[in-house]
């Protein structure tokens, strides 16, 4: 048997993908950022974050059919899905956004919009940090743990942003122009979701490394 574990794949490349993947995750928030500050440009950053998402599933692709090669794996195979999944639901999230912005043709974007947008490129950085340091858990055990509960404040500081910001809204446009607060809802209820979708994914990198602990 030992001669057979030699000739199988170990552990493949999985931490690249993952790597590559927190970095369209990066991308995609950096854009989403720049289409949230309106004007004429928003058509493009809505291509970008497209062009990201796009990326992302290619390298979640290349995940599940390493998962499938490869005999060992750096930790649960089922884990491994569970991370991948959750950080391609949170560039899928935030290519929802934008085409709900380019659906309705917004090219203005309420100050609470922007500040979330502002979240979202942070909660994008702290997962850019922290799954590097997946490779040597054990060692990077309080950093992980520091880095995924700076998320769970983020996630709740989008909370009181989404709160906020649809208050403002039906206290500005609510009462004389109900497609626009219908719209403007919508934003925020998908960028709000993109930060919910971070949470998961620290929710994910906790759960490796509670079981890896």
Avoid at 17 to 41: D, I, K, M, V, Y
Avoid at 64 to 87: E, H, K, N, Q, Y
Avoid at 121 to 148: G, I
Avoid at 191 to 210: W, Y
Wanted: net charge negative; hydrophobic share 40%.
């Amino acid at each position: 048997m030992n001669w057979f574990q030699a000739l199988m794949p170990k552990e493949g490349g999985f931490f690249d993908l993952f790597e590559r993947h927190a970095g369209t995750l990066c991308a995609g928030a950096q854009s989403l950022h720049r289409l949230l500050e309106g004007g004429p440009g928003v058509p493009e950053h809505c291509a970008a974050v497209a062009k990201h998402e796009n990326e992302a599933d290619d390298i979640t692709r290349e995940v599940m059919l390493l998962v499938r090669r490869t005999f060992i794996t750096p930790f649960d195979r089922a884990d491994i899905i569970d991370l991948i999944t959750s950080m391609d639901d949170a560039i899928d999230q935030m290519h929802k956004t934008s085409k709900v912005t380019a659906l309705f043709e917004q090219r203005e974007f309420q100050p609470d919009m922007l500040r979330l947008g502002e979240v979202i490129v942070k909660t994008a950085d702290l997962t850019f940090q922290a799954v590097p340091l997946l490779r040597s858990m054990k060692n990077n055990a309080a950093k992980l743990n520091s880095l995924t509960d700076q998320v769970t404040k983020l996630e709740e500081e989008s909370d009181h942003l989404y709160d906020a910001g649809i208050a403002a809204l039906y206290r500005n446009v609510g009462k004389t122009d109900p497609m626009a607060y219908i719209v403007g809802a919508e934003i925020y209820d998908h960028l709000e979701k993109v930060v919910d979708r971070f949470e998961d994914v620290a929710n994910r990198i906790s759960g490796v490394l509670i079981e890896h602990l």
